[in-house]
């Protein structure tokens, strides 16, 4: 089989190394127009949003992503809560608002933390979570105006804040049906210890350990079946990757967000861990006829993001990246290129915030942390930023 991957980033570079395993792979970072494949696997959710999926599928193609009827889940989050009330999916109390006043007399009525998002895309970037509310007050002022995040932030989510660890449960669906993959943990603060600003994710493992097969169970039951029925009703055919972002709270797991395609860095943890053949997987979900079960090694999958200097506010870019190669050498080590291209010379350049994923494999959580780390420290850039304390908590345990 020939799979074409769309995307650019370090997630699609974990799918093509995945799929590679069993397939053809050619990647395309834009459009694939005259690329001709068996399957297409589109990565990032822009694509998804503006109808790439509906077009190939309209050329007569095989797709795994949705269109851009079920993108939206993604694309505006005042209608995925809509979705997740429909299917009567546990979620955080919460309002939509295109106006300041009304906003401000919802957050006063709340008790904190206090959760101010985007309703359209921000490349993870548009969510406020603070235990001050004139923080949130002022941050949801410059949402609305347009000031902070353009037209994506005109409308806003307003939402109680939920305690507790945070769970990413992607399930492949082929419209009809869904089917788990293995649970990952990301870390989606810029500083250790969950300081500083949201990012799109600083580093992710898997498994995680209270992530058992009844947790799992549960989800597949009170939040992504439900979701996959309700958009059925709605006549939404999806066929893609629906990704729970669940917060583990005392109440049982809630769903925090919905995206619609592989987590990034999630899928770096996930798909390497993946037994059986990724392409036939996604093939069958892109044909409405998905009758695998996914299966995982036992081996452990950790993940460390290399981030420019200036991310996620305004990273830095055209820095020189050296040690890659001897990272690699690392047993079990695999480095994802994110934001980063060949530049004059054949030298590898920073081109984006999220840089590099330096991943490894190994029997448990901490051997394959050790190994990344390892890795990580043959590798500089100039500003390069990551975390220190990558799956350390689970470690810990
Ligand atoms: P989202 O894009 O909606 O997943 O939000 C990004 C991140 O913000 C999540 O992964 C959480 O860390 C945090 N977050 C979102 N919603 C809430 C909430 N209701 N309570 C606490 N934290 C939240
Ligand atoms: N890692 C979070 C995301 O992919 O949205």
Redesign the pocket.
């Known amino acids: 089989m020939k799979v074409c991957v769309v995307g650019g980033g370090g997630r699609e570079h974990a799918l093509a190394h995945v799929l590679g395993r069993t397939s053809e792979v050619v990647r395309t970072r834009t459009d694939p127009g005259g690329i001709d494949a068996d399957l297409y696997v589109i990565g990032p959710e822009q694509p998804l949003v503006e109808g790439l999926a509906d077009r190939l599928r309209r050329e007569g193609r095989s797709v795994f992503g949705p269109g851009a009827d079920g993108a939206r889940l993604e694309g505006s989050k005042v209608w995925m809560k809509q979705v997740l009330e429909e299917a009567g999916v546990p979620t955080?109390r919460h309002g939509a608002f295109d106006e300041v006043e009304p906003a401000v007399g919802f957050l006063r009525s709340l008790a904190g933390?206090y959760?101010v998002?985007t309703d359209g895309l921000a490349a993870?970037k548009g969510?406020l979570?603070t235990d001050s509310v004139e923080e949130a007050v002022e941050d949801l002022r410059a949402k609305l105006s347009g000031a902070s995040f353009g037209d994506a932030g005109r409308t806003v989510v307003i939402?109680?804040?939920?305690r507790g660890p945070?769970l990413s449960l992607l399930a492949v669906c082929d419209g009809r049906r869904a089917v788990p993959l293995a649970p990952a943990r990301d870390h989606?603060r810029l500083g250790e210890g969950d300081a500083g600003p949201?990012t799109g994710g600083m580093g992710a493992y898997s498994p995680v350990a209270e992530a058992g097969p009844e947790l799992v169970e549960e989800v597949m039951e009170r939040a992504v079946e439900p979701t996959l029925a309700a958009l059925q009703r709605l006549g939404v055919d999806y066929r893609g990757v629906l990704y729970a972002?669940l917060?583990l709270t005392a109440e049982g797991p809630k769903v925090?967000?919905y995206n619609v395609r592989f987590g990034d860095p999630e899928a770096q943890v996930v798909l390497p861990r993946y037994a059986g053949d990724l392409a036939a997987l996604l093939a069958q979900a892109a044909s409405g006829h998905l009758t695998a079960e996914p299966t995982f090694t036992d081996e452990a999958c950790v993940t460390v993001v290399l981030a420019a200097g200036g991310y996620p506010a305004s990273p830095r870019t055209g820095d020189v990246i050296s040690g890659v190669d001897e990272a690699e050498s690392v047993e079990g080590v695999t480095v994802f290129h994110a934001g980063a291209e060949r530049g004059p010379y054949g030298r590898l350049l920073t081109s984006g915030g999220r840089v590099l994923d330096v991943t490894a494999l190994g029997p448990d959580v901490p051997e394959a942390r050790r190994r990344a780390y390892r890795a990580v420290a043959h590798i500089s850039f100039l500003g390069m930023q990551y975390r220190g304390d990558i799956a350390a908590t689970a470690v810990e345990r």
């Open positions: 955080a933390p959760v998002k993870g969510v979570v939402e109680e804040g939920l945070e989606k949201n972002g917060m925090l967000e």
